[in-house]
C-alpha cells in the first residue's frame, strides 16, 4: 500500500517507519528544514512544502495513495490536508493534540476517517505500566468510550459466576474472554469466571468505575479514584 504522511516530527516519523518496516510505500511532506534533513537521512522520500496545499500533496502522490496520515500538530493544517485527500479517495487519519474536547472530537470525527490523539495512546501505555496488574486500557475508541482488560481476582463479586449470569452496567459490554492459562477469545456463556481469567470490556469511562468493582475487586472509593469519576454514580451490578 502507499501513504502518504504530514509531518516528520516524532509521531509522524515513527508511523512513517512502522509502515515501511512493513513493506508499505511511505512519501513524508515537511517544511521544517532540521525536520526534512532528519527524514532525508533516513531515507525517507521527502516533500518540502505545506501540506494543507493541493499541489504539495499531488507531488508526493496524494492521486496514487490508499490513505493520508495528517499528523502535524497544527489542527487546521491536518483538517485541510484531509478534506483534500478525501476528494482522491483516500482514507484520512487526522491527529488531534490539545483540542480533546467532546465538542472538537465530534467537530471533526465525522469529517475523516478516524481522530487520533498520539499523547492521549502515549498516557494510556505509561498508565499500564505504572498500574501493573489486573487492569490494562486497550485503546480510547471515542471520547467517553474505553476498551480495558481487567483481571478477575479473588476478591471480585463476580468470582464463581459464569458469564451468562455476569450483568455489567448498561454502558458496558464484554468483547472478549480468556482463561488464566489460555488466549482470549469469544466469549463462552457458559464459562465460570475465576482467579486470574481475563475479560477485555468496551465501556463508558461513567461506568468504569463500577466495572472494577465488579470484574477486579476494588472499593467504591478506589475504583473512583482510579478512573477519576464519582464514586456515587453507578448504578449497574451483578444477579
Not at 509522524?12 to 511532506?29: C, D, N, Q, Y
Amino acid at each position: 500500500m502507499r501513504f502518504v504522511i504530514i509531518g516528520a516530527g516524532r509521531v509522524g516519523l515513527r508511523t512513517a517507519r512502522v509502515l515501511r518496516e512493513e513493506g508499505h510505500e511511505v512519501s513524508v511532506i515537511e517544511r521544517d528544514e532540521a525536520m526534512i534533513r532528519r527524514a532525508r537521512n533516513q531515507e525517507f522520500t521527502v516533500v518540502e512544502g505545506d501540506g494543507s496545499r493541493e499541489d504539495v500533496l499531488e507531488e508526493a502522490g496524494i492521486a496514487d495513495a490508499d490513505a493520508l496520515g495528517a499528523l502535524t500538530g497544527d489542527l487546521n493544517v491536518n483538517f485541510t490536508a484531509c478534506m483534500i485527500a478525501n476528494h482522491y479517495g483516500c482514507r484520512t487519519i487526522m491527529r488531534i493534540d490539545e483540542a480533546y474536547r467532546e465538542g472538537i472530537y465530534r467537530k471533526y470525527a465525522h469529517e475523516v476517517d478516524e481522530v487520533i490523539y498520539p499523547e492521549r495512546l502515549g498516557a494510556i501505555g505509561a498508565k499500564n505500566a505504572l498500574l501493573g496488574g489486573t487492569i490494562r486500557a486497550i485503546a480510547d475508541i471515542a471520547p467517553h468510550l474505553q476498551v480495558v482488560e481487567l483481571t478477575i481476582t479473588t476478591e471480585a463479586p463476580v468470582n464463581g459466576y459464569t458469564i451468562s449470569e455476569l450483568q455489567l452496567p448498561a454502558n458496558a459490554t464484554v468483547l472478549a474472554f480468556g482463561k488464566h492459562d489460555q488466549d482470549l477469545g469469544l466469549p463462552d456463556e457458559d464459562l465460570s469466571l475465576e482467579d486470574g481469567d481475563r475479560l477485555v470490556v468496551l465501556a463508558d469511562y461513567g461506568v468504569l468505575s463500577e466495572v472494577r468493582q465488579l470484574l477486579v475487586g476494588e472499593s467504591e472509593a478506589q475504583a473512583a479514584a482510579n478512573t477519576g469519576s464519582d464514586a456515587t454514580s453507578g448504578t449497574g451490578g451483578v444477579n
